[in-house]
């Protein structure tokens, strides 16, 4: 077995009107997006940080700083895919990634399959090596009381190289 590393990732979003929700790099129909100075993707930042956490360089605030005007807006599928790429530039691999919303609606399931494929593509790995799920706070929370949205990640990534 070669040299392993797993990461962690964690991410929140108050709900905010004049939005779209965008979660997994799909856009979701719902009466409010997520606030946030990027497209406020809470799943992928959360995979991000993951990813980051793995490789030992900080976490997302550190390489796209919210007080940069040069992401405000941006997808956070295009950070990701600079994020994969730093992945791979330090020699590593993702094995696999495993990640859950939380949130009481709106439903996530019709969309599931397209937001593994989206982030999937955006790290240059099979959809199969992604999982989303969804839960409920059984309306317990800041999720519960559909404040907003959280999303957890874990990743195993392993060095190729270097």
């Known amino acids: ?8 990732g964690y991410d929140v979003h108050a709900f905010a009107s004049g ?7 799909v856009d979701i129909s719902h009466s409010a997006g997520l606030a946030g100075h990027s497209d406020a993707d809470v799943l992928v930042h959360a995979i991000m940080d993951a990813i980051l956490g793995a490789l030992r360089e900080g976490d997302i605030g550190r390489l796209f700083p919210d007080t940069d005007p040069a992401y405000a807006g941006i997808s956070s599928l295009d950070l990701l895919a600079r994020v994969g790429g730093l992945m791979v530039e330090r020699g590593f691999r993702l094995l696999d990634a495993d990640t859950v ?26 959809p199969d090596r992604i999982g989303i799920k969804a839960t409920t706070t059984e309306r317990l929370g800041f999720e519960g009381r559909g404040e907003g949205v959280g999303a957890q990640a874990v990743v195993l990534l392993e060095r190729v190289s270097g």
């Open 101 to 126: 919303l939380v949130l009481e609606e709106p439903r996530i399931s019709p969309y599931r399959d397209e937001m593994r494929a989206r982030v999937a593509a955006a790290l240059a790995v099979e």
């Open 19 to 25: 939005r779209p929700l965008v979660l997994g790099g």
């Open 1 to 8: 077995m070669g040299d392993l590393r797993i990461g962690i």
